[in-house]
């Protein structure tokens, strides 16, 4: 199911659901005055590799989790293609951006690491 057509229904009975953005798995669960959501990347199909890119993220309503996560994957610096490239040429445990993405209220800036 696409990240769009996630709906307040699918999450209704079981408090999870999951869409796909742009070949990111975006996860959400409900909580008490919201959602919280988690974005990944599964590596290999066979096994519990996957590439995190956003945990435990906080939204409002449903419009607000869609936009923050699709911010989040837009503002990557990889697609889901190229980190799949990436781990097939060398362990993703290298796979080192030596970057990151705080998020400050509306503004996601990215930041390099010493």
Known sequence: MSLSALTASDLKYSNFASGEYKGFSVTATTKRNGYSFSISLMLESDSDACHTIALDERASTLAEL????????????????????????????????????????????EKTLN
């Open 66 to 109: 869609k936009a923050e996560a699709k911010a989040i994957i837009n503002s990557y610096p990889y697609t889901a293609k190229q980190i799949l490239e990436l781990h097939l040429v060398a362990d993703q445990n290298n796979l080192n951006t030596r970057k990151i993405h705080i998020k400050q209220g509306d503004t996601i800036t």
